[in-house]
C-alpha cells in the first residue's frame, strides 16, 4: 500500500522514480537501523485496510551529531483528519526522548502540496527556517523549499 502512496505523492519525495510494492519491500528489508528507523501508524478510525493510515521514521541519524531527518507519508483517504501531526510528536517523542536526539530537521518542497502541513509542523514547534532556491525539479520547472530544524524542547 505505501508503494501506492508514495507513486502518488512523487512531487513531495526527493527520489524522483515509482516505485512497486516488490521494490518497497526490498528497500524496507535492507534498512541499517542505525542509519534508518521507520514506524507504522494505526487508527481504529481509519478506512484503510488494518487501520494503518500513515508510516513514517527518523532516517540518516547521525548519532555523533544527535540529529535525524524526519519522514513521514499518510495515506491519501486519511490525510487532513489529524493523524499527520499525531504522528509527528509521536516521532519527535521517539527521537528526542528514546534516541536522544537533540534536532530532528526536514525539507519540503514547495510543489508539494502538502507543504502547508508541514509549515503548521515547523511554527507548532518553533523550528529554525531557511529558504533554500531550486531544490526539486518537478514537472518542467524548479522548485524551492523550506528546510527545518526542531530542536528537543522538555515539552515534546
Not at 499525531?86 to 508539494?112: D, Q
Amino acid at each position: 500500500a505505501i508503494a501506492d502512496w508514495r507513486n502518488g505523492a512523487m512531487e513531495s519525495l526527493r527520489t524522483g522514480y515509482m516505485t512497486n510494492s516488490e521494490r518497497q519491500k526490498n528497500w524496507y528489508d535492507s534498512l541499517d537501523p542505525m542509519v534508518h528507523r521507520y514506524w507504522a501508524f494505526f487508527s481504529p478510525d481509519s478506512e484503510a485496510p488494518h487501520g494503518q493510515f500513515a508510516f513514517g521514521g527518523l532516517t540518516y541519524i547521525s548519532w555523533e551529531n544527535r540529529s535525524a531527518e524526519i519522514s513521514l507519508i499518510v495515506r491519501p483517504g486519511d490525510r487532513k483528519k489529524g493523524g499527520g501531526m499525531e504522528s509527528v510528536r509521536l516521532l519527535l517523542h521517539e527521537g528526542f526522548h528514546n534516541m536522544n536526539l537533540r534536532v530532528i530537521y526536514g525539507e519540503v518542497y514547495h510543489c508539494n502540496p502538502g507543504r502547508h502541513f508541514w509549515r503548521k509542523v515547523y511554527e507548532f514547534w518553533n523550528a529554525e527556517t531557511a529558504e533554500l532556491p531550486k531544490r526539486k525539479y518537478w514537472d518542467g520547472k524548479y522548485f524551492d523549499s523550506t528546510y527545518f530544524a526542531i530542536t528537543r524542547q522538555d515539552e515534546v
